[in-house]
């Protein structure tokens, strides 16, 4: 009966740290992630500076920009849905800066009605944020060539595609046509609270379990 008892609370104690040794970790993973969302959110609100020559997505992801010059007609759609009208596209846009880069404007959404709506060549000047986004996981779809509809941002293949660098700018305001622009925010997945209340919960029922145990062995060998 000893040896059984001690067996039982050393694996409930062991379990129970472990446990709460996960609950706690994730609770710094919870200030972490919320340190970021509040830096992005600092970045976001910051006055726009010049588009840098040669933007780096560890150091200026979500910076305010301006650049000038003029959207050349090319563009392809991201499959998108809003509350208010629905299933449509982000508009991801080819523009040319004013010095010749060619370059990506997140232009913002249209409903899916409006896919066919023309949208011409025309000079513009553009205020908006910088992103690289990380939309594409294991479980997209790859690219509909047939219909051009991208099912994420996937940056590098919208580039090749459109034949621009790698660079997005997510507009802040109206760039004409009927599109209405989706300004950046700092989305990022935070489960980390709801993962730590799952652990210590786990250890609470370990716990719970453990002295179930004790107490049937007690009371079969009383």
């Given at each position: 009966m000893v040896r059984q008892i001690l067996f039982f609370l050393i694996v409930g104690v062991a379990g129970v740290a472990v446990l709460l040794s996960l609950g706690v970790w994730q609770l710094r993973r919870l200030e972490w992630?919320?340190?970021?969302?509040?830096?992005?959110?600092?970045?976001?609100?910051?006055?726009?500076?010049?588009?840098?020559?040669?933007?780096?997505?560890a150091t200026d992801r979500y910076r305010p920009v301006q650049t000038s010059g003029r959207f050349t007609g090319e563009e392809t759609f991201v499959l998108a849905s809003t509350r208010d009208q629905g299933p449509g596209f982000h508009v991801i846009a080819a523009f040319e800066t004013g010095d010749g880069r060619r370059i990506l404007i997140d232009r913002g959404f249209i409903p899916e009605a409006d896919r066919g709506q023309p949208r011409p060549p025309h000079a513009a000047s553009i205020t908006g944020n910088l992103?690289?986004?990380?939309?594409?996981?294991?479980?997209?779809?790859?690219h509909d060539a047939a219909r051009d509809i991208w099912f994420g941002r996937d940056l590098p293949g919208i580039a090749a595609a459109l034949r621009t660098d790698p660079v997005l700018?997510?507009?802040?305001?109206?760039?004409?046509?009927?599109?209405?622009?989706?300004?950046?925010?700092?989305?990022?997945?935070?489960?980390?609270?709801?993962?730590?209340?799952?652990?210590?919960?786990?250890?609470?029922?370990?716990?719970?379990?453990t002295v179930a145990f004790l107490w049937r062995i007690r009371t079969r060998t009383a």
């Open positions: 992630k919320e340190a970021i969302i509040a830096e992005a959110a600092t970045m976001i609100a910051a006055d726009p500076v010049p588009l840098p020559a040669t933007p780096d997505p992103n690289w986004p990380d939309d594409m996981t294991a479980s997209t779809p790859p700018i997510i507009a802040r305001s109206d760039t004409g046509d009927g599109v209405m622009p989706v300004p950046a925010s700092a989305a990022f997945r935070n489960d980390h609270l709801q993962y730590a209340l799952t652990w210590f919960g786990l250890a609470v029922v370990w716990a719970v379990m």
